[in-house]
């Protein structure tokens, strides 16, 4: 007997199914290499404040050490936020969200930072999509319950020298980190500068969401890997 051939409706289906797979693969694979702005580096000492603030000037290291002891506390030109990977249809991208809503003190004796905390707004964090700061602010944070995101160092930070205005220094911190609730003990690397009024420092915290009691969203096409990191860039001025 010879093969019938397709109806017309059953052509019209195949086609369909075909381009919709072809969408639902290229579409994204388009919009992400070609549409889509990379997103932004690693926050560094490298990168402009916030805000602009002072970061000029020279001066000896007894000059610079003047007034490094005592209360600091964190002020304009400062930004922290969070840094993941995600799988957005089957495309690898990177996630990045920011704040400047930052507040925060330091407690310097010598070349030691003594004690200190910092507090990041996380309802005010914001990514290049909406989308995402409402699941951020919702489900995965529930910022109306855990609105903040803090560090408060456990153990000194010793930076070895005071540094000469426009000079990097680096130390190890150990301390507490508190999201959703839970806190963990946290060590990471620091980068300190200081500038012409006040100094800048640098770092970046891993975390794991479980840790915290976060569930990594998988949800509407969007995988996030189980851990990302806490990126901060502060400038400090007298208290």
Same mark, same amino acid.
């Given at each position: 007997?010879? =093969? %019938?051939?397709?109806?017309?409706?059953?052509?019209? *289906?195949?086609?369909?199914?075909?381009?919709?797979?072809?969408?639902?693969?290229?579409?994204?694979? +388009?919009?992400?290499?070609?549409?889509?702005?990379?997103?932004?580096?690693?926050?560094?000492?490298?990168?402009?404040?916030?805000?602009?603030? !002072?970061?000029?000037? &020279?001066?000896?290291?007894?000059?610079?050490?003047?007034? +490094?002891?005592?209360?600091?506390?964190?002020?304009?030109? !400062? @930004?922290?936020?969070?840094?993941?990977?995600?799988?957005?249809?089957?495309?690898? +991208?990177?996630?990045?969200?920011?704040?400047?809503?930052?507040?925060?003190?330091?407690?310097?004796?010598?070349?030691?930072?003594?004690?200190?905390?910092?507090?990041?707004? *996380?309802? !005010?964090?914001?990514?290049? #999509?909406? @989308? =995402?700061? &409402?699941?951020?602010?919702?489900?995965?944070?529930? %910022?109306?319950?855990?609105?903040?995101?803090?560090?408060? *160092?456990?153990?000194?930070?010793?930076?070895? #020298? +005071?540094?000469?205005?426009?000079?990097?220094?680096?130390?190890?911190?150990?301390?507490?980190? %508190?999201?959703?609730?839970?806190?963990?003990?946290?060590?990471?690397?620091?980068?300190?500068?200081?500038?012409?009024?006040?100094? =800048?420092?640098?770092?970046?915290?891993?975390? %794991?969401?479980?840790?915290?009691?976060?569930?990594?969203?998988?949800?509407?096409?969007?995988?996030?890997?189980?851990?990302?990191?806490?990126?901060?860039?502060?400038?400090? !001025?007298?208290?």
């Amino acid at each position: 007997m010879a =093969r %019938t051939r397709p109806t017309r409706w059953k052509r019209w *289906l195949i086609v369909g199914v075909a381009t919709a797979a072809l969408v639902g693969v290229g579409g994204p694979y +388009v919009y992400i290499n070609y549409i889509q702005d990379d997103p932004p580096a690693a926050l560094s000492l490298d990168s402009p404040p916030a805000t602009p603030a !002072s970061t000029s000037g &020279s001066g000896s290291g007894e000059q610079a050490g003047e007034g +490094v002891e005592g209360g600091w506390r964190v002020g304009s030109g !400062s @930004q922290a936020g969070y840094r993941v990977d995600e799988v957005l249809f089957g495309q690898n +991208v990177t996630a990045v969200g920011r704040t400047e809503e930052v507040t925060g003190e330091l407690e310097i004796e010598g070349a030691r930072a003594v004690g200190g905390s910092f507090t990041v707004d *996380l309802a !005010s964090v914001r990514s290049d #999509s909406d @989308q =995402r700061d &409402s699941q951020f602010r919702g489900p995965i944070m529930n %910022t109306e319950r855990y609105p903040n995101a803090v560090f408060e *160092l456990t153990e000194p930070v010793d930076f070895g #020298s +005071v540094p000469d205005v426009n000079e990097q220094v680096t130390g190890e911190a150990t301390g507490d980190l %508190t999201i959703h609730g839970e806190t963990n003990s946290v060590t990471f690397d620091l980068i300190a500068q200081r500038t012409a009024d006040g100094f =800048r420092v640098n770092g970046s915290i891993p975390v %794991t969401f479980a840790e915290h009691g976060i569930d990594a969203p998988n949800f509407g096409g969007i995988a996030v890997e189980d851990e990302g990191t806490v990126e901060f860039l502060l400038a400090f !001025s007298p208290a």
